[in-house]
């Protein structure tokens, strides 16, 4: 409850008294959260294939530790259950369904009391971890991996299991009387990496130096939404933050590296002082962000130079200071009984519909490629994709919808939601506009590997992203994820109190 502060003792009795009253009277007895943090690493022990791009690379050392970091959420009322979470960030490309399916069954008997449906695993989107999947699928890549000497992705999936496993187990019995608050700072992390030209059409990564280049396709949003997890004495114990870029800065190197998110850890537990703070790294909806810059590149490259810093470095620097410059607001706002609530369900979206154009674009590849004799990974690779366009035209109305789990979460004023999707930013800033919350999260790549979910305007732009073979929903499935999630979101306010009901004293 709020302890209001009145100008002499027995005023400060009756408000407390009052307000206890009213608190009791209206919403029963008072709710306690409880709350558990712990980090672990998800680094393979031996060598290992890196997903993220069209070619093999195998690390044989790692640059960087990579982690897992896992925050268990549960309010309570006496001795009654009201609602549960286990928020785990890991530094990986993305969560396959498989993946999550295996970590699920292997948790359960290990936490009964847990509604496994409530556990929410989220990729950072590192280029450098190891690859979680050897499906054969026209909408994945796939690798030749040396057999000798190399982990399989299929060890490292059993590896990772058991690695969650622990980090959950962890967080979940260390669950103690807590409080949470929540903040927004700012950063330019990310930005938009389609050119467009001045015949309409965009290319992921084009130049912007030449006279034709007229725009980049879409915003920015350089929001720091941060979640600060504390105990019952005030002590930060975790930090949950959500940045509109996926840490893919050193994504081609051959080594496991966490990119950004590593120094922006480092940097925060170095300046709070806190070792063993756990931070989860959440990309918000990115589709068509990066981090690497698409104009002024030489007055950056300068002033990261100056500062005696890598990119990597300096993405870690502004991360870890728009979190700093909330801390006093942040701890000035600790709420130990905020509405918590956690819906989970399973929305179909229907599947991209193919072009004719991008049809017939697919069987000339098709054609150019079959006659090649030694096609490198990737020319293999497109040729599978492209087939498989070829028959999700032909046999439409025999293609499946795609099924995705949502989340959303009420804490307090927050609103958390979930996609499996690489979701183009659009539609983040969309359900960040229309949501009923204060401060909405958007959290990508999360239980499932959608792939890009591309804007109309994205696909009339073509290139890479928005092209059928990345995509396994289009805008039409993007708009009902959208309109669906806010829906979500306004149900949770409906049902619960408009006002947190307590506040650590100050």
């Given amino acids: 409850m709020y302890f209001l502060p009145l100008p002499n003792t027995t005023g400060r009795s009756f408000a407390l008294i009052l307000v206890s009253f009213i608190g009791l009277s209206g919403l029963g007895m008072a709710s306690e959260l409880l709350v558990g943090s712990a980090t672990i690493e998800i680094t393979p022990d031996r060598p290992a294939a890196l997903a993220g791009q069209f070619h093999t690379r195998i690390s044989l050392k790692p640059e960087t530790p990579l982690i897992a970091a896992a925050v268990a959420i549960e309010s309570t009322e006496g001795d009654k259950v009201l609602d549960q979470s286990l928020l785990i960030s890991c530094d990986l490309v993305g969560i396959h369904q498989s993946v999550l399916a295996q970590f699920r069954n292997h948790l359960q008997p290990l936490i009964p009391e847990l509604d496994v449906r409530k556990v929410i695993v989220s990729a950072t989107h590192t280029h450098t971890a190891p690859v979680t999947s050897e499906l054969t699928d026209e909408t994945l890549i796939t690798y030749p991996i040396p057999k000798d000497g190399v982990m399989q992705p299929a060890e490292y999936v059993s590896f990772l299991v058991e690695r969650l496993s622990q980090v959950a187990i962890q967080a979940w019995k260390t669950r103690k009387s807590g409080g949470v608050s929540w903040t927004l700072g700012y950063a330019m992390v990310g930005e938009n990496r389609r050119p467009v030209y001045s015949d309409g059409h965009a290319q992921l990564y084009g130049k912007t130096n030449n006279a034709s280049f007229r725009n980049l396709e879409a915003g920015a949003d350089s929001g720091v939404e941060t979640l600060f997890f504390w105990d019952a004495e005030k002590q930060l114990k975790a930090v949950a933050i959500n940045v509109a870029c996926p840490s893919q800065e ?257």
């Avoid at 000035?332 to 979206?349: C, N």
């Avoid at 054609?367 to 032909?394: A, W, Y």
């Avoid at 999260?441 to 239980?447: A, E, I, P, R």
Wanted: net charge neutral; proline share 5%; hydrophobic share 40%.
């Fill in 250 to 506: 050193v994504e081609g190197r051959s080594a496991f590296n966490a990119d950004f998110w590593h120094d922006a850890r480092e940097q925060l537990k170095e300046k709070l002082n806190v070792p063993n703070l756990v931070i989860l790294g959440w990309c918000s909806a990115a589709g068509d962000q990066s981090p690497h810059p698409m104009y002024r590149k030489e007055a950056e490259a300068r002033m990261i130079k100056l500062r005696g810093l890598s990119r990597q470095q300096e993405l870690g620097r502004r991360i870890s200071n728009a979190v700093l410059d909330t801390m006093d607001a942040a701890k000035a706002d600790i709420r130990t009984g905020p509405p918590f609530s956690h819906t989970v369900e399973d929305l179909q979206l229907p599947p991209r519909r193919i072009l004719e154009r991008e049809y017939q674009d697919a069987k000339l590849e098709i054609e150019q490629f079959s006659v090649l004799k030694s096609p490198d990974n990737k020319i293999i690779t497109m040729l599978s994709m492209d087939r498989g366009i070829v028959k999700r035209f032909e046999e439409a109305d025999k293609v499946p919808p795609y099924t995705m789990e949502l989340h959303v979460l009420r804490i307090g004023d927050v609103a958390i939601t979930t996609n499996s999707f690489e979701l183009f930013l659009d539609y983040g800033i969309q359900i960040k506009a229309r949501s009923s919350a204060v401060q909405t999260f958007v959290l990508q790549l999360t239980n499932g590997v959608g792939m890009y979910l591309p804007t109309v305007k994205a696909i009339e732009g073509k290139s890479y992203s928005a092209l059928p073979h990345v995509n396994r929903v289009g805008p039409e499935g993007g708009q009902i994820l959208v309109d669906h999630t806010v829906l979500a979101i306004q149900s949770q306010w409906a049902k619960a109190p408009a006002k947190s009901a307590d506040t650590i004293v100050k």
